[in-house]
């Protein structure tokens, strides 16, 4: 089967789920891939974290900052569903930098990628990812503005609205009235662009080698796996990612490193027209469609349903 036929068909299945999207599959040692609308931005939601935590370990490895620093953090109080860490927190509590690159990290608490804002702000990101050459990711606001959506304007049995208004609201140039879904205003990047980031972390790069290697084992300890994960995690290979996730958007980036030594990057940036919160089929459909192009790129084989 061509590559052609199986990204039409990739195209097609995340239509029957109701999801449109783009999706990057690349061979980190060939430079060889197959994907489909890979140059589209994407608001980032949660994956800003990722360049986040390489601006901040570059510092570190720079000697501008003590990974030991001890921060003083508020607490989030957030009582709504779907934020994790110190966003639930009811206290202060005090956390050493190199904890807070865990916690932003592998369990996305956008509390603590704040308090790592508040130290390496998000214009500086920008500058930072301008010096290691990764172009299309743009770092505009902090991981907070994430949680000030109209979803946390209504309860539990109306969020459904919420997300009625991001699928409905957004214009054909991707502007939106929700400014973290307009790609003019948020934090935003796209399928090639995650991958390119995703090739410098594994490879040799202009990344410092202790920065790569700290966030490649943040994003291997990922606490979020109900995504791509199932599709790509075995006895024989190893995934490593992030999620992100903002109402009808759902995203992940990662890197499967096959026991045999081949290592692919994976990126799948969505959005659904189904104005629901949970939507465990759109998220298996995503897996089943990035590992497809990930087996054809590798082996050949066709897809599953092919």
Same mark, same amino acid.
């Given at each position: ?97 190199d904890d807070l690159l865990y916690l932003s990290t592998s369990v ?29 990711? *743009?770092? +505009?606001? %902090? =991981? ?8 946390? $304007?209504?309860? /539990? !049995? ?53 920065? *790569?290697? +700290?966030? %490649? =084992? ?8 109900? $995504?791509?994960? /199932? !599709? ?75």
């Amino acid at each position: 089967m061509s590559a052609t036929t199986v990204v039409r068909q990739a195209r097609d299945l995340l239509d029957e789920a109701g999801l449109h999207g783009a999706v990057l599959v690349r061979d980190l040692d060939t430079g060889a891939e197959i994907g489909f609308d890979t140059e589209i931005p994407y608001p980032a939601a949660s994956l800003v974290k990722v360049p986040l935590a390489v601006a901040v370990l570059e510092r570190i490895t720079r000697g501008e900052l003590d990974p030991a620093r001890a921060v003083d953090v508020r607490p989030g109080r957030i009582t709504a569903p779907g934020p994790t860490g110190l966003s639930r927190f009811r206290h202060p509590a005090r956390i050493a930098v190199d904890d807070l690159l865990y916690l932003s990290t592998s369990v996305s608490d956008s509390v603590a990628a704040d308090a790592l804002f508040d130290l390496v702000p998000p214009d500086a990101v920008a500058t930072e990812l301008r010096r290691l050459r990764l172009d299309g990711i *743009a770092v +505009r606001h %902090r =991981a907070g503005a994430l949680a000030d959506t109209p979803a946390e $304007r209504f309860g /539990p !049995d109306e969020v459904h609205l919420a997300h009625s208004l991001a699928i409905g609201a957004v214009t054909p140039g991707q502007g939106h009235p929700v400014a973290q879904l307009d790609v003019a205003r948020a934090n935003t990047g796209s399928a090639r662009a995650f991958v390119d980031l995703l090739h410098a972390l594994w490879r040799p790069s202009a990344i410092h080698p202790a920065t *790569a290697a +700290r966030v %490649r =084992a943040l994003m291997g300890d990922n606490l979020h796996r109900q $995504r791509l994960a /199932p !599709d790509f995690t075995s006895d024989a290979s190893r995934w490593s990612a992030k999620t992100g996730t903002l109402l009808h958007l759902r995203h992940e980036v990662g890197v499967v490193d096959h026991a045999d030594g081949q290592s692919y990057a994976v990126a799948a940036l969505t959005a659904s027209r189904v104005p629901a919160a949970a939507q465990p089929g759109s998220e298996a459909t995503m897996a089943q469609v990035a590992r497809s192009l990930h087996d054809h790129l590798r082996t050949g084989t066709p897809p599953w349903w092919g």
